[in-house]
């Protein structure tokens, strides 16, 4: 059977930030028959929506554009490695899922949240724009400041975050293997 190919996104784009080692904690429990990529939006350095025409049309004049989208047609399923700033979701987070449209529809996505009270809110948030743009939401994990998560990064996850984070893998396994994308993926 062939490997799912998993992309992992970088959400946070500020000069200090933990979103790395976040993904970190999270690659270590990717599933063997996952392929992954890693995608961080500080080096995507996508502008602010600058598409003349409507992402739903496909028709991009920019390469940057053009990038994120070959990159999200290559996946099969996606992992949102997020963190909750004023009870939402980041810009830079926001601004890369409005570039695109048709590339989402039918795509499995996890949520790997982390802030105060482990990102509920943010996720609850971006759960409402992810199922606007038709993809599959599946529950991630979220890491909680002063729990399982120190401001410099270091992660203690419990063992409920390590099972969230273990059932979200299996859900995504499912969902990519079960879903018909209604765009080509390479």
């Known amino acids: 059977m062939a490997s799912i190919r998993l992309s992992v996104v970088i959400a946070s784009t500020r000069p200090k930030r933990i979103g790395h ?3 970190e904690w999270a690659l270590e429990a990717v599933p ?12 995507l350095d996508l502008p602010f929506l600058d598409e003349p025409g409507q992402p739903a049309d496909g028709n991009y004049t920019h390469e940057h ?3 994120w989208s070959a990159a ?14 004023n009870r939402g979701y980041n810009a830079a987070l926001k601004n890369a899922i409005d570039y695109l449209y048709a590339e989402w529809e039918g795509l499995p996505v996890g949520c790997v949240g982390y802030g105060w009270h482990g990102a509920s809110y943010a996720k609850s948030a971006l759960r409402q724009t992810l199922e ?5 939401v599946v529950d991630g994990p979220g890491l909680s400041f002063g729990k399982t998560l120190t401001q410099e990064g270091e992660v203690s996850a419990s063992d409920e975050d390590d099972q969230a984070l273990a059932a979200m893998f299996a859900v995504l396994r499912d969902r990519a293997r079960s879903e018909t994308p209604t765009v080509a993926r390479d």
């Open 32 to 43: 063997a028959d996952f392929d992954v990529t890693v995608h961080d939006l500080r080096e």
């Open 65 to 67: 554009t053009r990038r």
């Open 72 to 85: 999200m047609l290559a996946t099969d399923a996606l992992v949102l490695v997020m963190p909750e700033y």
């Open 132 to 136: 606007r743009v038709k993809m599959t």
């Open 21 to 23: 080692q976040v993904a």
